[in-house]
């Protein structure tokens, strides 16, 4: 069995091939996808070359852990039925090719504990699951929600959908670039020099700005807690004695786990959630070297999908 993947060979060597796949044991299942998200974070690093390094990291590699697509077979003991519409967080089914994170492929074959069934409802919206999974680990983890969101791209708008969702009061979102100011929905975007308050008790930072700390203990309150919900390549520091003075605490939050990924569907199928306005580029899988530099290089870009649909 074959598929047709992104391989990323080195920095900035893309490509789409054609791979041959894993057999299928008995508790997986084939899924055939439809729509793949690419991740302005960590896959804009890989494409990069600026990733660190990790266990398991190297090239080539498929990456892509936003997947959304149908059960073409199901193994004997998987507990899953063919033609069930799946979310599938990326997949090692690839051989000698690295999976990292593997999902960014026409076919992939997977435990069938990791095909998540989702609504016919959500239909190309279900790619954004896993990031609305890490904001929503990054609010379970901290001791209030945010009453001030750092960037307004798709991450800092989940941040603030799930706020609101959860019946917290609308946080301020701040962002300098004008392009991105746009969209709000309930909450207010705002650009730094308009923004004159400095009792935040909860900032939430999405912006991968590894100098950004300073700023951010200047806008805090006493007592108040900064989460770090971006990915910092650079180390990141900050002057003490500001912190100091406002015992301010610092968390980072981490990555999403199961029971985040089903509260997020949870609310996206009862409507509590909204996905809607996030996906602003879509391009065929056959174009996915353009797809990947309009992604990471075109500021009007908030999330580019690939269409596999005609890419078995």
Same mark, same amino acid.
């Given at each position: ?25 008995? @508790? ?14 960590? /896959? ?7 990733? *660190? ?22 193994? *004997? ?33 997977? *435990?069938?504990?990791?095909?998540? *069934?989702?609504?016919?409802?959500? /239909? ?54 004008? @392009? ?10 705002? @650009? ?13 930072d999405v912006s991968g700005d590894s100098s950004i700390l300073d700023t951010l203990v200047g806008r805090l309150a006493p007592g108040g ?21 406002? /015992? ?9 786990? /199961? ?27 056959? @174009? ?25």
């Amino acid at each position: 069995m074959e598929t047709m993947a992104v391989v990323l060979q080195g920095p900035e060597q893309l490509a789409v091939s054609r791979l041959d796949l894993s057999p299928p044991g008995r @508790d997986d299942v084939v899924v055939d996808v439809e729509w793949s998200g690419i991740s302005t974070g960590t /896959e804009r690093l890989l494409w990069s070359g600026r990733m *660190p390094t990790f266990p398991g990291m190297g090239y080539p590699l498929v990456p892509g852990y936003e997947s959304v697509g149908r059960i073409a077979s199901a193994g *004997p003991d998987s507990g899953r039925r063919v033609g069930e519409k799946v979310f599938v967080p990326g997949a090692r089914c690839f051989g000698t090719v690295r999976g990292l994170f593997g999902g960014a492929a026409s076919r992939l074959v997977v *435990p069938s504990a990791k095909a998540l *069934p989702i609504s016919e409802s959500l /239909e190309e919206r279900g790619v954004l699951l896993a990031l609305a999974a890490t904001a929503a680990h990054a609010i379970s983890g901290g001791v209030r929600s945010p009453d001030l969101v750092i960037g307004h791209g798709v991450l800092g708008r989940l941040l603030a959908r799930l706020a609101i969702a959860s019946g917290d009061p609308p946080p301020t979102v701040r962002e300098t670039n004008p @392009d991105r100011a746009a969209g709000a929905r309930g909450y207010r975007v705002v @650009d730094p020099s308009a923004d004159p308050r400095r009792d935040y008790r909860a900032i939430y930072d999405v912006s991968g700005d590894s100098s950004i700390l300073d700023t951010l203990v200047g806008r805090l309150a006493p007592g108040g807690e900064i989460v770090l919900a971006g990915f910092y390549v650079d180390p990141l520091a900050f002057a003490f004695a500001p912190a100091f003075m406002r /015992e301010a605490r610092i968390r980072i939050a981490a990555q999403w786990q /199961e029971a985040d990924l089903l509260d997020v569907k949870q609310l996206a199928e009862s409507g509590q959630l909204s996905l809607d306005g996030l996906i602003t580029h879509r391009q065929a899988s056959s @174009d996915a070297p353009a797809a990947y530099r309009t992604a990471f290089t075109d500021p009007a870009c908030l999330k580019m999908i690939l269409d596999w649909r005609n890419g078995t």
